[in-house]
């Protein structure tokens, strides 16, 4: 495994030391900020704790730690302190064609032996009239409250 080395300025630990003791902040915000701390190697820090001493004392991972070495080597100082942003990306399965169909069909007669659409006879149904390929019944759902919350206003 590759070893990151965390060196800090004087700044940098100012900044660090003044997160972790005052001011509302994030607590993984304050938690990356103390393994900073206790990971530098700089001139500046008069004690350097092991890995292991840090996962025991703040109760985490080792691999957080090597993890947030990593960012802290790779990206810098902001990048190490914040949460890291998603980069998957979704694909929206359905438009606002497919949404005008599951209305008109929720709002018809529902079938015989039935007295009203259920989330699971609509998914069905509109599988079986190919309007999409497959769809949940809790799909179903989010897409017919989305319409009742726009109604209501």
Do not use: W
């Given at each position: 495994?590759?070893?990151?080395?965390v060196?800090?300025?004087?700044?940098e630990r100012k900044k660090?030391?003044?997160l972790?003791?005052?001011?509302?902040?994030r607590s993984q915000?304050?938690?990356?900020?103390l393994?900073?701390?206790g990971?530098?190697?700089?001139?500046?820090?008069t004690?350097?704790l092991?890995?292991?001493?840090?996962?025991r004392?703040?109760?985490?991972?080792?691999?957080?730690?090597?993890r947030?070495?990593?960012r802290f080597?790779?990206?810098?100082?902001d990048a190490?302190?914040?949460?890291?942003?998603?980069?998957?990306?979704?694909?929206?399965?359905?438009d606002g064609?497919?949404?005008?169909h599951?209305?008109?069909?929720?709002?018809?007669?529902?079938?015989?032996?039935f007295?009203?659409w259920s989330?699971r006879?609509?998914?069905?149904?509109?599988?079986e009239?190919?309007y999409?390929?497959?769809?949940?019944?809790?799909?179903?759902?989010?897409i017919?409250?989305?319409?009742?919350?726009?109604?209501?206003?």
């Open positions: 495994m590759k070893k990151y080395i060196t800090l300025s004087e700044d660090l030391t003044e972790t003791g005052k001011g509302k902040h915000t304050i938690l990356n900020a393994i900073l701390l990971c530098d190697t700089g001139g500046f820090q004690e350097h092991t890995n292991e001493e840090m996962s004392v703040l109760n985490i991972s080792m691999r957080k730690i090597d947030l070495k990593k080597v790779e990206e810098g100082f190490a302190l914040d949460r890291k942003k998603g980069t998957r990306i979704y694909v929206k399965k359905t064609d497919f949404e005008a599951l209305i008109a069909l929720s709002c018809s007669q529902p079938p015989d032996g007295v009203r989330l006879l609509l998914a069905d149904k509109v599988v009239l190919q999409i390929d497959n769809i949940s019944h809790e799909s179903v759902r989010r017919l409250k989305k319409r009742n919350q726009t109604v209501a206003t």
